[in-house]
């Protein structure tokens, strides 16, 4: 009898200290589920810090100052334009007459001169919206003034501030000199950043760049892969824009009219890093005005080039709305990688013929 008792005595112990050593594993296993757990968190985040900071290295586009949008004429008479090489973008896109207008992009920069600033049409704001910039301008059509107010742009119009006469040390607008109107209007950014101040519109933007802009040195050699050494875009009969590649500083040297282009602060010849055409459709509004002010499609897949280092590939340009940033991809749908420098975006008429050449 002692020795039935003595067995089930040992019985139960064990059964208590299984049970026991069971919950304790369970437990570790528990706890170790979350180790793991958070180490892939961890590590997730650590993943995520370093793409922040790879994109910190970026030199175009880098910190939180809002990019300020610049309405700049391009007319024969209102070159050469200033601050043109401080620039991280400028959109070029047909208007009336037969002629282009400029739309320059700075960020972190504090240019004491910029212009000559013009009126805005409506389309550019397609592209200050996606670039989330202050967008500044003398003067506008009644379509961009309508659609301003349509997508609450953050604008400022100097007409409230133009002089009318030459600079003083408290001009905000004010008109050169040495050019004749309405090609001699400028301001600086200093002074966009006071009116933007006292307009209450942010300084700052944590909105990312339209480019996928990489460290590493982007050489476009694979299949398809066209030799550019010179890229002539004609927007009209009067109007043709060349670009020329010079190996020793891999940077395209900009040619408009005929002429080379010069920034006007500097006296140094206008370049850049990075082409980009994008094919629009552009057609004559019937705004009972009869001005010839265009309209140029900018939502769709558009068909395009990227150029840089002396290569250029067929790109699309893909845009699902108005404010949608740009996604530039290789015709197999990736986002193509951009050189970390300044970028001309050509925005043409979709029938220009456009030639790129050794």
């Known amino acids: 009898m002692k020795k039935n008792v003595l067995i089930i005595v040992v019985i139960a112990i064990a059964l208590i200290g299984g049970l026991f050593f069971y919950k304790m594993g369970f437990k570790v296993g528990e706890n170790l589920g979350e180790k793991d757990q958070v180490t892939d968190v961890a590590q997730g985040e650590n993943v995520q810090e370093t793409e922040k900071e790879e994109k910190s290295n970026i030199k175009i586009f880098n910190g939180n100052e809002r990019p300020i949008a610049f309405m700049i004429d391009n007319n024969v008479n209102a070159q050469p334009q200033a601050s043109l090489n401080s620039t991280?973008?400028?959109?070029?896109?047909?208007?009336?007459?037969?002629?282009?207008?400029?739309?320059?992009?700075?960020?972190?920069?504090?240019?004491?001169?910029?212009?000559?600033i013009r009126s805005s049409r409506h389309y550019f704001l397609d592209y200050a919206m996606e670039n989330d910039a202050i967008y500044a301008h003398l003067g506008m059509s009644p379509q961009a003034d309508e659609q301003m107010k349509t997508f609450k742009i953050n604008n400022i119009n100097g007409q409230a501030y133009d002089t009318g006469a030459a600079r003083t040390a408290t001009s905000l607008y004010w008109r050169a000199t040495h050019?004749?109107?309405?090609?001699?209007?400028?301001?600086?950014?200093?002074?966009?950043?006071?009116?933007?101040?006292?307009?209450?519109?942010?300084?700052?933007?944590?909105?990312?760049?339209?480019?996928?802009?990489v460290e590493e040195e982007v050489v476009l050699d694979g299949e398809g892969a066209l030799v550019a050494n010179t890229i002539t875009i004609p927007y009209s009969s009067n109007h043709k824009v060349r670009y020329e590649y010079d190996e020793e500083t891999g940077r395209y040297t900009r040619y408009s009219k005929g002429r080379m282009m010069k920034d006007e602060v500097t006296g140094e010849k206008v370049t850049t890093k990075n082409i980009i055409v994008t094919f629009a459709e552009n057609y004559t509004?019937?705004?009972?005005?009869?001005?010839?002010?265009?309209?140029?499609?900018?939502?769709?897949?558009?068909?395009g080039y990227y150029i840089t280092n002396g290569k250029a590939i067929k790109i699309k340009c893909n845009k699902e709305s108005r404010s949608a940033q740009t996604q530039y991809v290789d015709l197999e749908g990736n986002e193509i990688k951009v050189n970390d420098g300044n970028t001309w975006v050509n925005v043409c008429p979709i029938d220009a013929n456009v030639t790129i050449a050794e």
């Open 179 to 213: 050019k004749n109107a309405p090609h001699n209007a400028y301001t600086n950014i200093p002074s966009i950043k006071q009116i933007a101040k006292d307009k209450g519109y942010s300084l700052t933007s944590e909105q990312d760049s339209v480019l996928n802009y």
């Open 88 to 116: 991280y973008m400028v959109y070029e896109i047909i208007v009336e007459g037969n002629e282009s207008r400029l739309m320059a992009l700075f960020k972190g920069q504090d240019c004491d001169s910029v212009g000559p």
């Open 285 to 303: 509004l019937n705004d009972g005005e009869n001005k010839g002010r265009q309209d140029v499609v900018t939502v769709g897949s558009l068909d």
